[in-house]
């Protein structure tokens, strides 16, 4: 979740923008912070286990397969 937040805040904010100064850019960050805790949207997973985990396993073997 953490990482999810960091990409949106990059992608969303960060990039969109130039700062010129450290100062500048923590605030730009401490106001999507703030806009983020007004209407903030929870995570919801549309993966069950079964399926997160089959696809572990497929990427290991082509890992492996790929490491011969």
């Known amino acids: 979740m953490v990482e999810r937040f960091f990409r949106d805040i990059t992608d969303k ?3 969109r923008d130039s700062f010129t100064s450290v100062p500048e850019l923590e605030l730009a960050i401490d ?3 703030a806009q983020h805790k ?3 949207k929870p995570f919801i997973w ?3 286990a079964s399926r997160i ?3 572990v396993t497929r990427a ?3 890992l492996a397969a790929t490491s011969r």
């Open 13 to 15: 904010r960060i990039r």
């Open 31 to 33: 106001l999507y912070v």
């Open 38 to 40: 007004v209407d903030p």
């Open 46 to 48: 549309t993966a069950n």
């Open 53 to 55: 985990l089959a696809k």
């Open 60 to 62: 290991k073997a082509a």
